[in-house]
């Protein structure tokens, strides 16, 4: 009870950006191997490692996760509780579980109203976030 009572005023920002710095992201991965197993999913490591600069993917990923979070307004509770997902010819999605979709559920929020994009050069991964209501059409569309 006391969690929903401080819940009560709480407003979900509904956008959150993030960006991160390639090179950081190669040094934390080539430092501590294991730490793709604590901040990503398995099916984001295959996609990440497919790739020759690996870390660029890396990156936007971990960029993608604190977007998603801030966009949330719960910050980065759970390191991996936000999987980015990649279709082919598709943009990115993501799925939540964990601490971090029973907070967006507490607030409100389902996970097909959370849109990504991402994007990355060899210097740095940007990621934004904005939560939209899927049943709401854009002003001006049937």
Not at 42 to 67: L, N, S, T, V
């Amino acid at each position: 009870m006391l969690v929903m009572e401080k819940m009560k005023d709480f407003v979900v920002p509904g956008i959150g950006v993030d960006v991160v710095d390639v090179d950081r992201m190669k040094f934390a991965l080539e430092r501590t191997p294991k730490i793709r197993q604590r901040l990503f999913t398995e099916a984001e490591i295959a996609y990440c490692e497919k790739f020759r600069f690996a870390e660029r993917h890396y990156a936007g990923r971990w960029a993608a996760k604190e977007a998603v979070t801030k966009a949330l307004g719960c910050g980065l509770i759970q390191w991996n509780g936000v999987e980015v997902i990649r279709r082919r010819r598709q943009a990115p999605t993501v799925r939540i579980f964990g601490k971090i979709e029973r907070f967006a559920n507490m607030v409100g929020v389902r996970q097909e109203e959370l849109q990504i994009s991402i994007t990355h050069s060899e210097l740095s991964a940007v990621a934004v976030c904005i939560v939209r209501p899927v049943d709401q059409s854009p002003e001006g569309t049937p």
